[in-house]
């Protein structure tokens, strides 16, 4: 979210976080994109998507 938007004070990312989820559609590319965290990008990155549990 910070690279999207660099002005966005860090306090406020959650929040727009939570407003973009709620009103792009479902197909969106931010939304496919979206992980629950790093570690879980780190995994697929390493280990490959079958590794890290993730199918396709």
């Known amino acids: 979210m910070q690279h999207l938007f660099p002005s966005l004070p860090y306090h406020n990312l959650k929040q727009a976080h939570a407003h973009l989820v709620a009103t792009l559609p479902a197909d969106s590319p931010y939304l496919q994109l979206d992980r ?3 570690w879980s990008v780190a ?4 280990f490959g998507p079958v590794a890290a549990g993730v199918s396709g």
């Open 43 to 46: 995994k697929r990155t390493i």
């Open 36 to 38: 629950p965290g790093w």
